[in-house]
């Protein structure tokens, strides 16, 4: 068995233990279901310190935010012609830190709808086989939005049931009559009541694992920054996990019965490559050559819409859910963000005025190509004397016509409510990398010669690695990723957990 030993054996001291990578919402959710199920955890996290911000919120709307600082280094352009970006940093709680929270689950079809293109995109589960996750995980985030279904978009199991103002109602009926839902976005807003020293009201770490660290059986290392994954050619399983303790500037080795990698999409992919060993020389586990591709990103665009008359001011944005499948061509498909224009709009929007302009943001999808991939920079090192990671991707121009056209939707949709709205300026389309929603790099599928990972998120080379955020997505949906992310890394988690137990 992979997993020998392991149930004579309970200390977090001994090599029963698992390791869980990154403390972002992936590794925490994890960290999280692991713990429940019994098993003993170490957390490694690079990150040092816990950045600070400021949140009020009073009647279920957020009175005051102050953001902690994203640090300018942290916002890289990893290519120039065209830009691409690469915007993360390390830090306990991950994004999450700095994240928006909005929480739209993917729906039934974003699972199987790749499928009409080819066999490569059919993800080895299904949304049935994810739902109890996005319900336990929902819980957990608070979520503010609709309670009941919409087309493209199934209900939330929310925390806070809300609305949009009266006289946005009459777009809803003109949306579905074509296909779409219209609705407040799916949000983890948290408590209606709640202040508090940071910008998101969810924050993993904050949230999931300042409790986890009270538990038995959990351990937490802050300045652990994972270098590589050691594999056992006699074992035949990964053995331990090498990684630099910042704070005393040595290289640590810990044993594990097994690895939780969740250290953010594009982390984990380097880790993996960066645990490239004589039976695994292009990667851990990477028998065929996936790791790596099949990079997606959202393309995003932002345009500002005036109407001919003044709704009310959003103080929890609007949602237009993606065109029907029917409808699209696969793998096509954006939604569009509603809100506020300016921070004074934000500020008015607490109180009971109107406006006639609105920013709209655009969330598009592209398909996953192999061309869009990354991988080892042998010439550039990063601060752990390791190769860098370059990332290589283009958004085509069906990618901009894709988000043109639903926000030409957006336009008939509000006409046929009788409100007529126009374009303000100019649609702007940002660079890959700009909306920090990269995914696919080591993507599940039932077969390896198309994803690195099983329908567990285990490493088909190598089972008792666990790869849990979105580098796992083998499609990417127009949706924000982190609440499937989290579902998939409570899945994988338990289903480990039982492993361990049955070995
Ligand atoms: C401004 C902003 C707004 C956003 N809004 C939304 C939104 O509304 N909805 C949404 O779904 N998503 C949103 N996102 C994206 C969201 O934050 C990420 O999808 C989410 O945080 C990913 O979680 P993760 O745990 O997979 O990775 P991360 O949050 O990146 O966490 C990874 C963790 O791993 C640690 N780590 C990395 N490498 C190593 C290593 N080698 N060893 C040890 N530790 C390591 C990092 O320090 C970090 O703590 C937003 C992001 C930003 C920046």
Same mark, same amino acid.
């Given at each position: 068995?992979? &997993? @020998? ?5 309970r ?7 698992v +390791?869980v990578?990154?403390?972002?919402p992936?590794?925490?959710?994890a ?11 170490t ?24 953001w ?9 352009f990893?290519?120039d ?12 709680g ?13 729906a039934p079809?974003d ?5 009409? &293109? ?10 049935? $086989? ?5 319900e ?9 939005g ?9 209900? /939330? ?21 074509i ?15 709640m ?8 924050? *993993? ?10 538990k ?9 920054? /994972? ?22 500037? *040595?290289?640590?080795?810990?044993n /594990? ?6 250290? !953010? ?29 099949y ?12 109407l001919?008359?003044? &709704?009310?001011?959003l ?13 699209s ?5 954006? *939604?569009?963000?509603l809100?506020?224009?300016?921070? +004074? ?5 607490? &109180? ?19 061309? =869009? ?11 752990? !004397? ?26 008939a ?12 300026? @100019? ?7 700009a909306?920090?929603?990269?995914? !696919?790099?080591?993507r ?19 089972? =008792?690695?666990?790869?849990? $955020?979105? *580098?796992s997505?083998?499609?990417g ?27």
């Amino acid at each position: 068995m992979w &997993l @020998e030993g392991v149930s004579r054996m309970r200390s977090v001291d001994d090599d029963s233990r698992v +390791l869980v990578i990154g403390s972002g919402p992936s590794g925490a959710m994890a960290a999280l279901t692991l713990t429940q199920q019994g098993i003993p955890v170490t957390l490694l996290e690079s990150g040092q310190h816990v950045p600070q911000g400021a949140l009020v919120r009073a009647m279920g709307r957020t009175l005051y935010r102050k953001w902690p600082t994203f640090p300018k280094e942290w916002l890289q352009f990893v290519a120039d012609d065209p830009p691409v970006m690469w915007q993360h940093g390390f830090v306990p709680g991950g994004m999450s830190n700095f994240w928006t929270g909005a929480v739209p689950r993917f729906a039934p079809e974003d699972f199987t709808e790749g499928e009409r &293109l080819h066999e490569r995109y059919r993800w080895p589960i299904s949304y049935e $086989d994810l739902r109890p996750y996005y319900e336990c995980v929902e819980r957990l985030l608070l979520v503010s939005g609709c309670p009941r279904d919409l087309p493209t978009l199934p209900a /939330a199991d929310v925390a806070y049931p809300c609305a949009l103002p009266p006289d946005w109602q009459r777009i809803a009926p003109a949306a579905e009559a074509i296909g779409h839902g219209f609705t407040p976005v799916p949000l983890a807003a948290g408590n209606p009541w709640m202040a508090t020293r940071r910008g998101a009201p969810f924050n *993993s770490f904050a949230v999931i694992i300042e409790q986890l660290r009270r538990k038995p059986g959990f351990e937490l290392l802050l300045g652990a920054h /994972a270098l590589r994954l050691e594999w056992s050619g006699d074992k035949r399983r990964v053995t331990s996990v090498v990684y630099h303790d910042r704070a005393t500037h *040595s290289e640590r080795r810990i044993n /594990a019965a097994a690895v939780v990698v969740a250290a !953010g999409p594009l982390c984990s992919t380097k880790l993996l490559l960066d645990s490239a060993c004589p039976d695994f020389p292009e990667g851990l586990g990477n028998t065929e050559g996936i790791l790596g591709k099949y990079l997606h990103d959202h393309p995003q665009s932002w345009s500002v819409i005036e109407l001919d008359r003044p &709704l009310s001011r959003l103080g929890h944005t609007a949602y237009l859910t993606r065109a029907a499948y029917r409808d699209s061509d696969p793998l096509r498909a954006t *939604s569009c963000t509603l809100g506020n224009v300016t921070g +004074l709009d934000r500020v008015l929007a607490l &109180l009971p005025t109107k406006t006639q302009r609105f920013g709209v943001v655009m969330f598009g999808t592209i398909v996953p190509l192999e061309c =869009n991939r990354v991988c080892l920079n042998a010439a550039e090192k990063d601060d752990f !004397g390791l190769p860098k990671l370059d990332v290589q991707i283009r958004f085509d121009d069906a990618a901009r016509r894709n988000t043109e056209t639903a926000l030409e939707r957006l336009l008939a949709i509000l006409d046929g409510a009788g409100i007529h709205a126009a374009l303000q300026g @100019e649609i702007y389309h940002k660079p890959p990398g700009a909306a920090v929603h990269y995914g !696919g790099t080591v993507r599940m599928h039932e077969s390896s010669a198309y994803g690195m990972l099983d329908g567990w998120n285990r490493l088909h080379a190598v089972p =008792n690695v666990v790869v849990a $955020d979105a *580098s796992s997505f083998t499609t990417g949906a127009e949706k924000n990723p982190t609440l499937t992310a989290m579902a998939l890394a409570a899945r994988a988690a338990e289903r480990l957990a039982a492993d361990l137990k049955a070995s």
